[in-house]
């Protein structure tokens, strides 16, 4: 239900076209740096339920020393304001001192901190450097967004009291949006207008200031008019510290029958299903418009996309539909993927996997090490990815991105 979300699910594009003008932001006063050290991980507050992950557990992975940055995902974007995506999970579930981070148990006593926010709050304590971010929309909730944008700063104004409510304020180091899509089609389809996500991203820059880090999750869409094209995402540029181009989702078993393509490969290779759906080419179009390489972070997904019903190795091969997932189908855990169909070929700066008659594709150590290279030489402003419970219980692909980085 709260899958961040898939690209091409949503391929129908708004029939206006939209002409862009490159945007020199120059001036882009906020964040743009080379890549460094910055790695933003993904924590979602529903995983302490079926996944049974919660914030101890970026610790005992050895995930906690190795990040930057932690985004909550996600809080929800309704009636043009932003709002608690679960209030239990957020503020009110107990832990007990053997689930909580620093093993001490909550209280029930009145005004009490609980939930993961309590437990991230122990986090930063014993990980002083960390810093958290709110995310707010996804996939599911990006519905809310053109309503938001209509006011902008009236929306702005509620997810600053909501971020620095004083029960949590300390928990949180500024705000991510990740708008699925500014004027074009997700869950749903929005014509807010190519202006609209300057607009929201500059009101809530002002509303939260130079203090706080203001950042923004966008398409890695870079097909001829596609969603990179219908929004001003390089106007907006100079309200955020960084965006996060979601480099992944770019195919899987959505189309049933295939053809099967890796989900997020880095290049183009012979054969690819769509003009546009690879990494390079969405960093170039982004860098293209103006917006500094440093802004610009590298998106990994920690999990594995696949289908059913497939006879031929390469990619390229018919299918009869998703492969069987832990908890949805075509869809997998890196942790889970690694085991039970290993990778045993390459394309495009990816790996994929032929096991029986399932196909994935994923990346692994190797290939994060080799795309991490790549954005080194693209001087990017570091990496994030979605999300932490995909990884192994002892931060397998984390540890690799550290490495790679340095």
Not at 111 to 135: H, I, W
Not at 204 to 228: E, H, M, P, Q, Y
Not at 237 to 255: E, H, K
Request: hydrophobic share 35%.
């Amino acid at each position: 239900m709260f899958r961040r979300r898939t690209l091409a699910a949503a391929v129908a594009l708004l029939a206006a076209a939209t002409v862009v003008t490159p945007v020199q932001t120059a001036q882009a006063d906020v964040g743009a740096q080379a890549i460094t050290n910055r790695v933003v991980g993904y924590f979602v507050q529903w995983g302490v339920y079926q996944r049974n992950y919660h914030v101890k557990n970026i610790r005992t992975s050895g995930s906690a020393g190795k990040l930057t940055h932690i985004n909550y995902a996600f809080g929800n974007v309704t009636g043009g304001r932003c709002a608690l995506g679960d209030a239990y999970a957020d503020y009110d579930k107990f832990y007990d001192a053997a689930s909580s981070v620093d093993g001490t148990s909550d209280t029930w006593d009145a005004g009490a901190l609980r939930g993961n926010f309590n437990q991230l709050r122990k986090l930063k304590k014993l990980n002083p450097g960390l810093k958290v971010l709110f995310s707010f929309g996804g996939w599911t909730w990006s519905g809310g967004f053109g309503q938001a944008a209509a006011n902008a700063a009236a929306f702005a104004d509620s997810c600053y009291k909501l971020v620095e409510d004083p029960r949590w304020a300390d928990v949180f180091d500024g705000i991510d949006i990740d708008w699925e899509y500014p004027n074009a089609c997700g869950l749903s389809c929005d014509a807010s207008g190519y202006g609209s996500f300057k607009t929201l991203m500059q009101a809530v820059r002002n509303r939260f200031g130079s203090g706080n880090l203001v950042t923004a999750a966008i398409t890695a869409d870079a097909s001829t008019g596609g969603k990179i094209d219908k929004a001003d995402y390089a106007g907006a540029a100079q309200y955020v510290n960084w965006y996060n181009p979601m480099t992944y989702d770019f195919f899987g078993a959505w189309a049933a029958q295939g053809p099967t393509a890796p989900h997020s490969p880095l290049t183009s290779y012979p054969g690819i299903p769509q003009q546009g759906f690879w990494t390079d080419a969405a960093i170039q179009k982004l860098k293209s418009k103006g917006i500094p390489s440093g802004k610009l972070l590298l998106g990994l997904g920690f999990y594995g996309r696949g289908w059913n019903g497939v006879t031929q190795s390469a990619p390229g091969g018919t299918a009869t539909g998703p492969a069987p997932g832990t908890y949805e189908q075509g869809i997998e855990d890196y942790k889970v993927i690694k085991g039970r169909c290993p990778a045993n070929g390459s394309v495009a700066g990816t790996s994929y996997a032929k096991c029986g008659s399932q196909w994935w594709s994923y990346d692994t150590p190797a290939t994060v090490k080799s795309k991490i290279s790549w954005a080194k030489g693209q001087n990017m402003g570091g990496v994030f990815f979605w999300e932490l419970s995909g990884d192994t219980t002892n931060g397998e692909l984390i540890s690799a991105i550290r490495s790679g980085i340095g």
